[in-house]
């Protein structure tokens, strides 16, 4: 545990789902209904740091999470990341991206090129949950 790393120190958002490993929570964006991100439970920066099990596992959350954002929103395009540059514990974001978003076709983190009111989530939230108990069981 990192005593700066936010991850470290708070869930990230929303929880939807967690076991052992790694967690995925629903992120509270103005801009982007559905932005999830999978964290690892533990301080760790590079996936190449983690045994082949491991990461193989957070690769399929992450595939998961993916797949059940594009049954549940039918997003024009998804976009995964995984930086750290300023948050150095491994994370991955999944991110639906729709046409109307404030920044598309650029990326999320460019500067917007229309201006969009923030969605409401919470309904988001319970389907994104037992949608993803149900898939990651």
């Not at 967690?23 to 209904?33: C, G, I, K, Q, S």
Request: hydrophobic share 40%; charged share 25%; net charge negative.
């Amino acid at each position: 545990m990192s005593n700066s790393c936010v991850f470290c120190h708070s869930v990230g958002g929303e929880l939807l789902w967690q076991d052992d490993l790694c967690r995925v929570v629903l992120v509270d964006d103005p801009h982007y209904v559905g932005f999830c991100r999978v964290i690892l439970n533990k301080h760790i920066k590079e996936m190449t740091d983690l045994i082949e099990a491991e990461r193989i596992k957070v690769m399929q959350t992450t595939f998961v999470v993916e797949q059940v954002l594009r049954d549940v929103l039918q997003p024009t395009k998804i976009n995964l990341a995984s930086l750290g540059n300023k948050t150095p514990h491994i994370h991955w974001h999944v991110i639906p991206r729709f046409e109307t978003d404030a920044h598309f076709p650029e990326t999320v983190w460019s500067k917007e090129v229309r201006q969009v009111e923030k969605p409401n989530i919470q309904d988001l939230a319970l389907t994104l949950q037992a949608k993803l108990a149900e898939a990651l069981r």
